[in-house]
């Protein structure tokens, strides 16, 4: 029974930022992959950020290094640290977990950037 919980987000003004977090129960091991995706109207899922369990990031393109993942395997936990924020940030973001047999999702996180 996994769930991920996730919080955070908001609505902010162009340069701010926000920290999302993701919260995993009902497993015990951590997941080979934790990370982001987001999700605008009309179009697939998107990586945003993921990191493996050896600590190895991958980011979207379009992150340009403002924004940093991070693990914590104690907690089973993912956290997402999002600085010079843009509007064409604005998306519904999901935490996603996997393993090599099974993929799990959050619930949707609204992140608003206005100009």
């Known amino acids: 029974q996994v769930q991920l919980v996730a919080s955070g987000g908001g609505s902010v003004q162009a340069g701010g930022s926000l920290r999302l977090s993701c919260i995993a129960s009902?497993?015990?091991?951590?997941?080979?992959?934790m990370g982001w995706y987001r999700q605008d109207e009309g179009k697939r899922h998107e990586l945003v950020a993921e990191?493996?369990?050896?600590?190895?990031?991958d980011y979207g393109d379009f992150v340009k290094g403002r924004f940093t993942i991070s693990r914590d395997n104690a907690k089973n936990s993912v956290y997402l640290e999002m600085n010079n924020l843009k509007p064409e940030d604005t998306s519904t973001y999901y935490c996603?977990?996997?393993?090599?047999?099974?993929?799990?999702w959050g619930q949707g996180i609204q992140v608003t950037v206005s100009s």
């Open positions: 996603n977990a996997r393993e090599r047999l099974a993929n799990f």
């Open positions: 009902g497993t015990i091991a951590s997941f080979e992959v």
């Open positions: 990191m493996n369990s050896r600590g190895i990031a």
